[in-house]
């Protein structure tokens, strides 16, 4: 079978590459719905360094999807389910038990094709059925939500048990569905969320409390944090986590920042605190996104922060879709009709 590849040969501009895929032991998933992300921004614009775009271009963008089963010889599925698929393809073996830090993985849209394809042929590891009841365009995010699942999970694992107050520190899209997992998995927790822009944090209407970062009291105290910032901005939110932070607290780090940011090393010591790196997601964080988003009031705060491009019918509409989304501040989904 004949199958359409729309890859990214260089910044804003798109070539369809065809290849041909056979009906073997992999099963064959056609895109419903898909999202965008900073990442795929990065290298839609070309802000990313030259030397890292000529490595990893051409590529198929995109790795937040949902799909439907049109093939499978495993029975796993019935054609027709509708999957999310999972960009992370990890080794079979490695003394590094999560498989998004192994080195040797791969991740598709970083460096190998994502899923802006006809048709894709995938492994059925690499596919967990959406919970029914989910709209596609809410579906269409779960890997956005698996990467804070993971957070949560590695939090469990690393952070002592007293968690009356936890802090979230961002108020874009990162950082709001954060706040949903939280309330979800950790219902006993309170949630305090901090933010720069009045109209993102007017959203997170389910946090125990808000503030602005610029007016902070001087007695907050919270037992740990995660910093949903990136960027040099998560200097300040960094430390102001250092500060505020009871000893021995867990501070997560989410954010993505491309250069060194400060931290209070001091006061990290001081605390006796713990600094734990989190990014992307596994096959289990997968799982209990899916499970989260069974629940109708998750799905009701998500599509809060979801726009709906439409239905892309041509490269002329990818470009339309990245265009949307520079001016968008949360998550931009599209249909996919290629």
């Not at 990313?48 to 439907?68: N, S, T």
């Not at 007293?162 to 520190?169: E, L």
């Not at 740990?224 to 430390?239: L, P, R, T």
């Not at 726009?307 to 265009?323: L, M, Q, R």
Request: proline share 4%; hydrophobic share 40%.
């Amino acid at each position: 079978m004949i199958n359409s590849i729309y890859r990214l040969v260089s910044p804003r501009v798109i070539s369809v590459k065809y290849e041909d895929i056979g009906f073997n032991e992999k099963i064959i998933v056609k895109p419903e719905y898909m999202a965008l992300c900073h990442a795929d921004q990065r290298y839609y614009q070309g802000n990313r360094d030259k030397a890292v775009l000529r490595r990893k271009l051409p590529m198929a963008l995109c790795h937040e999807c949902c799909a439907k089963v049109v093939y499978d010889p495993s029975g796993q599925f019935n054609v027709g389910d509708l999957v999310v698929t999972i960009p992370n393809v990890p080794t079979k073996n490695s003394e590094i038990v999560l498989e998004n830090y192994r080195r040797s993985s791969k991740f598709l849209s970083s460096g190998h094709d994502g899923f802006m394809r006809e048709y894709i042929s995938i492994n059925k590891e690499q596919l967990v059925k959406v919970c029914d009841g989910v709209p596609e365009e809410i579906a269409a995010i779960t890997e956005f939500v698996s990467v804070a699942c993971h957070a949560v999970n590695r939090f469990n694992i690393s952070a002592h048990r007293r968690r009356d107050r936890i802090a979230v520190f961002g108020d874009g899209s990162l950082s709001y569905t954060l706040c949903c997992v939280l309330k979800k998995l950790l219902p006993s927790s309170e949630v305090i969320v901090f933010g720069k822009d009045q109209s993102k944090l007017g959203l997170f209407t389910f946090a125990d409390e808000r503030y602005f970062i610029d007016n902070i009291p001087e007695d907050m105290t919270f037992d740990h944090a995660f910093e949903c910032v990136g960027n040099q901005a998560s200097a300040n939110a960094i430390n102001d986590i250092i500060r505020y932070i009871r000893p021995q607290g867990n501070l997560m780090l989410m954010g993505v920042s491309e250069l060194p940011v400060p931290v209070n090393t001091r006061d990290v010591l001081e605390k006796g605190m713990t600094l734990v790196g989190c990014s992307r997601s596994g096959r289990e964080d997968f799982l209990t996104a899916t499970s989260v988003m069974s629940d109708e009031d998750v799905q009701n705060r998500l599509s809060v922060i979801i726009t709906v491009f439409g239905e892309v019918k041509s490269v002329k509409d990818i470009h339309s879709a990245f265009n949307m989304d520079v001016n968008n501040p949360f998550k931009t989904v599209f249909k996919w009709g290629m």
